[in-house]
């Protein structure tokens, strides 16, 4: 089956996902541009080894989107059996389906996921236009899939596949930590052995509500240590740090994926204090190590892996209900079972992501 995938950037998610599903067929991939215009240099995918890349000629617009007509070109100039397009936001992509449409080429939609809202009345009537000629709606969540059905997409053309970063290798190597690996990896990192570390992840932007996760820890007890990895303190978080004189937090730049391996080994718990996050793959990240998971309602990752038996949803903004969340995840009544931990977080690797996407174009196309 000979597979054109389009998407934004090349994300060391995406070129993980895309090494596995060009294991299985003649996949190539359209990247509208190298890299985003947010992300740290050292955030990038590995190379491409089982499918072919392409970065058509495009302006960029924004954070990592592009405008032009390269994609159109491309696929004017190469015949494909399913083409499957990440996203619609962008000018590129916009063309790139309307061209789909107007010549009568099967196109489908991938999405990481999104929460549901009510758009104005022309945006609504522009995502109509785009969406309701896709032959399948691939995406992460029911949320997203009731947003979908909103606009009109029959549920029986939309697919909830496993959204992942992470191998069931991964989670094979990573998921039983030892103790001597623990208090190997806390040394590494600088975490005093007999503290509970708490690891949180991400940009540090207003969205990611790491403010939020600093306030709380005014409440919580002096022996729980806090390390947030992304990049520099804001002069924000370092104020917040300074008022409330808090000497168990400490700010970690940006590390791959390969070095927040000891960050992950030395942790007792995951904390994502997200304001907003379609998705959230850190998330992953922290359960197939094994981790219990503290995060937001407004996280779609926590809202579909997280059950109170595997970690604690709190509400956005509240520093209170973060602090009560970590203290009780830490006491006798904290109730997380390590074995539900590790039942969802096998079900969301790469392999099953690619297997889900391979079973419904296979419906389609037939298995070659």
């Keep these: 089956m000979n597979v054109l995938f389009i998407t934004n950037i090349p994300s060391p998610y995406r070129v993980d996902f895309f090494n596995e599903l060009g294991k299985h067929c003649d996949l190539t991939v359209c990247f509208e541009r190298k890299t985003s215009a947010e992300r740290n240099i050292k955030w990038k995918g590995k190379n491409a080894s089982t499918f072919k890349e392409v970065f058509p000629k495009l302006t960029p617009v924004g954070i990592d989107k592009s405008k032009g007509n390269g994609i159109v070109t491309f696929i004017k100039n190469n015949r494909f059996d399913a083409i499957i397009i990440s996203g619609y936001s962008s000018p590129a992509v916009m063309s790139a389906i309307f061209y789909c449409k107007q010549h009568h080429i099967d ?9 549901y809202k009510k758009d104005k009345f022309y945006l609504r009537w522009l995502k109509k236009i785009l969406l309701k000629k896709a ?5 992460t969540c029911d949320e997203h899939k009731r947003y979908l059905c909103s606009l009109g997409i ?23 930590v030892s103790e001597e690996e623990k208090i190997t990896a806390k040394k590494k990192i600088g975490a005093i052995q007999a503290n509970k570390t708490i690891l949180s992840i991400g940009q540090f932007i207003y969205r990611k509500g790491f403010d939020v996760l600093l306030k709380s820890f005014k409440d919580v007890p002096p022996d729980y240590e806090l390390f947030i990895v992304g990049g520099l303190p804001t002069s924000e978080y370092l104020k917040i740090v300074e008022s ?6 400490h700010f970690v730049d ?3 994926k390969e070095e927040l391996v000891d960050y992950f080994r030395a942790a007792e718990l995951f904390v994502l204090p997200t304001r907003e996050d379609i998705w959230g793959l850190v998330v992953n990240e922290a359960m197939s190590f094994g981790l219990p998971v503290i995060t937001t309602n407004k996280c779609i990752a926590g809202l579909e892996l997280i059950n109170g038996k595997n970690g604690i949803i709190v509400e956005t903004n509240c520093p209170n209900a973060l602090s009560d969340a970590i203290t009780k995840i830490f006491s006798k009544s904290g109730g997380i079972d390590k074995e539900e931990i590790f039942k969802i977080i096998s079900n969301y690797t790469i392999e099953r992501m690619a297997e889900k996407h391979l079973e419904v174009l296979n419906g389609f196309y037939g298995k070659e």
């Design 154 to 176: 029959p549920e029986n053309r939309i697919i909830i596949y496993p959204f992942s970063s992470v191998f069931k290798s991964d989670i094979e190597k990573n998921f039983n």
């Design 135 to 139: 032959k399948v709606h691939f995406t």
């Design 254 to 256: 940006f590390k791959t």
């Design 244 to 249: 409330l004189n808090l000497k168990n937090v």
């Design 107 to 115: 196109y489908f939609l991938e999405y990481d996921g999104a929460f």
